[in-house]
């Protein structure tokens, strides 16, 4: 399977704390995207890095991406209850119109 | 952003009957949309890619004449289940592009579908 992988598959933290998700995947990329899942809903699209990018940002997101290693990470900071969902990467390949998701992570946010 | 709706939300039908699932881009020409399946907990898995007036590409392991797949217009595609059984019970979600390269796809609400 070409699926990555994420890591924590399950985080909990308080209000307020960050929250950092890491993605691996396995092939060569175009660009890299974060999309979070409420419970039984659709895919809500976050942020894209592209291959040549290192680094992006977007309010409380930040994205970096490491192409040496093939991994990604995703940084929620000061997180909200209502940030709760899950969250997973997916990349696009070269020469291919597909979006292969990685496993994903459950983030749970306490009040 | 795009908008993509998917309709029903939620379905339930009976052992050996026949579900269609639409997909449609309000508000922008889909060239290609993307059908997905969900397990409980689990990621999403590519099943198809539908490119509007030709034959959709099956990922392995997906029975192409189980999913039926037409993507007649620029705003629609359909997903039809055949002769459903319960282990297609899931959630299905599609996805739309502005173009033939997906960059940000934009995804419809998804279909719970439950086969007694």
């Known amino acids: 399977s070409q699926q990555g992988e994420e890591d924590p598959q399950a985080l909990s933290i308080q209000e307020g704390e960050n929250a950092t998700m890491n993605c691996s995947y396995k092939t060569s990329i175009n660009n890299l995207q974060w999309y979070r899942q409420n419970s039984g809903r659709g895919l809500v699209h976050l942020i894209l890095?592209?291959?040549?990018?290192r680094e992006k940002h977007s309010g409380r997101l930040r994205v970096t991406l490491d192409t040496s290693k093939k991994s990604s990470s995703l940084l929620i900071t000061a997180s909200r209850a209502a940030d709760t969902a899950s969250y997973f990467c997916?990349?696009?390949?070269?020469?291919?119109?597909?979006?292969?998701f990685g496993t994903g992570t459950r983030l749970q946010v306490f009040p | 952003g795009a908008v993509v709706s998917q309709h029903p939300s939620r379905v339930i039908c009976k052992s050996g009957t026949s579900v269609k699932i639409e997909c449609r881009s309000l508000d922008f020409q889909a060239t290609t949309m993307f059908w997905y399946r969900q397990f409980p907990k689990k990621s999403l898995m590519l099943m198809a890619t539908?490119?509007?007036?030709?034959?959709?590409?099956?990922e392995q392991g997906v029975e192409k004449d189980k999913f039926l797949i037409n993507h007649a217009s620029l705003t629609l595609s359909t997903l039809t289940v055949t002769s459903a059984h319960p282990e297609d019970s899931s959630f299905y979600i599609c996805?739309?592009?502005?173009?033939?390269?997906?960059?940000?796809?934009?995804f419809g609400q998804g279909t719970r579908l439950t086969v007694v």
């Open positions: 890095i592209r291959s040549n990018e």
């Open positions: 997916a990349t696009e390949s070269y020469n291919t119109d597909k979006l292969i």
């Open positions: 996805s739309a592009s502005l173009g033939r390269r997906v960059t940000e796809a934009f």
């Open positions: 539908s490119n509007e007036g030709s034959k959709a590409t099956y």
